[in-house]
């Protein structure tokens, strides 16, 4: 199975990226997929995350600003990031659980930085 996340870079405060991430490989149906980042000296926190379902979950601080949306047949998510701030500089981190699991299973990250 592979993850191939993309879509991080530089950014200037105010501005828009948006992060794509697609598992491939997988012969399990996949329920949760989403984001989480990782500032430096930061934990890791969620950013959003997606059920094959639809229903979605941000953490509060991009609530109103990040999007995230999925396409089932092609195991990907979508994260498009608004009104980027300073603070938002981190490693975002793809991840997916099957369903009937609990093991999280992480991409590699992008970094994203945001200028001000």
């Known amino acids: 199975v592979q993850v191939v996340e993309s879509g991080g870079g530089l950014v200037q405060a105010g501005g828009s990226l948006n992060l794509s991430c697609t598992v491939s490989?997988?012969?399990?149906?996949?329920?949760?997929m989403g984001w989480h980042r990782q500032g430096s000296g930061q934990e890791r926190d969620l950013v959003a995350s997606?059920?094959?379902?639809?229903?979605?979950n941000y953490g509060d601080v991009v609530k109103g600003r990040f999007a995230i949306s999925r396409d089932n047949a092609k195991n990907a998510i979508y994260l498009q990031m608004n009104s980027l701030q300073p603070w938002d500089t981190a490693v975002y981190y793809c991840?997916?659980?099957?369903?009937?699991?609990?093991?999280?299973?992480w991409g590699q990250g992008t970094q994203v930085t945001v200028s001000s």
């Open positions: 490989g997988s012969t399990y149906r996949i329920k949760t």
């Open positions: 991840y997916y659980i099957y369903f009937g699991r609990s093991y999280i299973h």
């Open positions: 997606i059920t094959e379902g639809g229903f979605v």
